[in-house]
């Protein structure tokens, strides 16, 4: 799987627009660009993926480099409850290993009130 | 929404007692369940990929006959923590998807072994 970079955290203002920043260099043209987030004591849950174009949900948006060699979330009025752990994973398109995810160390995001 | 649920969500016990995890897909069936292993100030750590009706695929380092695990339906699978030791205490995670979704995540067991 190919590798993603993120900062280990990041500190925001309670809501403030908040920009999470992941790098994928070695990004192959299959890979999907996926987003959770972990709560304290709780299980990842999904937050957005993309695979070329700028995607937009009711939780976020997904901003794709030209050369998807990087993307950003944007959550757009951070809350105190947006305090999680944020993972960047790459997933190739035709799910051949069934859909398993690989986690790298994520984003520590905390919001100040 | 799909949603999978973990039980029990804490369990403490002596070691050298075996702990049996359930992973359940609530409103959809699943053919492949994923189990991790998370440990304090840590990421997940994918530790084996759960085949209904065969035999689970473990990730590299991960001991088959440490952690079975049984997918005996589309909806239900379990992970055992044979001869717990406090070295396998830890925050265990299920996820499973309906076929091309995200994948979705239970709430995650905390086993805690004295």
């Known amino acids: 799987d190919a590798k993603t970079t993120q900062p280990n955290s990041m500190e925001s203002n309670e809501e403030e627009p908040v920009h999470l920043p992941c790098n994928h260099s070695?990004?192959?043209?299959?890979?999907?660009i996926h987003w959770y987030r972990q709560l304290p004591s709780q299980g990842p849950e999904y937050v957005i993926h993309?695979?070329?174009s700028n995607v937009n949900n009711r939780m976020a948006s997904l901003a794709i480099a030209e050369d998807r060699k990087s993307s950003t979330l944007i959550l757009h009025r951070a809350t105190l409850r947006d305090a999680a752990v944020y993972y960047c994973?790459?997933?190739?398109?035709?799910?051949?290993?069934?859909?398993?995810?690989?986690f790298g160390q994520g984003t520590e995001l905390s919001v100040k009130p | 929404g799909a949603v999978v649920s973990q039980h029990p969500s804490r369990v403490i016990c002596k070691s050298g007692t075996s702990v049996k995890i359930e992973c359940r897909s609530l409103?959809?069936?699943?053919?492949?369940m994923f189990w991790y292993r998370q440990f304090p100030k840590q990421s997940l750590m994918l530790m084996a990929t759960?085949?209904?009706?065969?035999?689970?695929?473990?990730e590299q380092g991960v001991e088959k006959d440490k952690f079975l695990i049984n997918h005996a339906s589309l909806t239900l699978s379990t992970l055992t923590v044979t001869s717990a030791h406090p070295e396998d205490s830890s925050f265990y995670i299920c996820?499973?998807?309906?076929?091309?979704?995200?994948?979705?995540f239970g709430d995650g067991t905390r086993l805690s072994i004295l």
């Open positions: 996820s499973a998807s309906p076929g091309g979704q995200p994948q979705h």
């Open positions: 070695t990004i192959s043209g299959t890979d999907y």
């Open positions: 993309g695979l070329t």
């Open positions: 994973i790459l997933r190739d398109a035709s799910y051949n290993q069934g859909g398993k995810l690989i």
């Open positions: 409103d959809f069936q699943a053919t492949t």
């Open positions: 759960s085949n209904e009706g065969s035999k689970a695929t473990y």
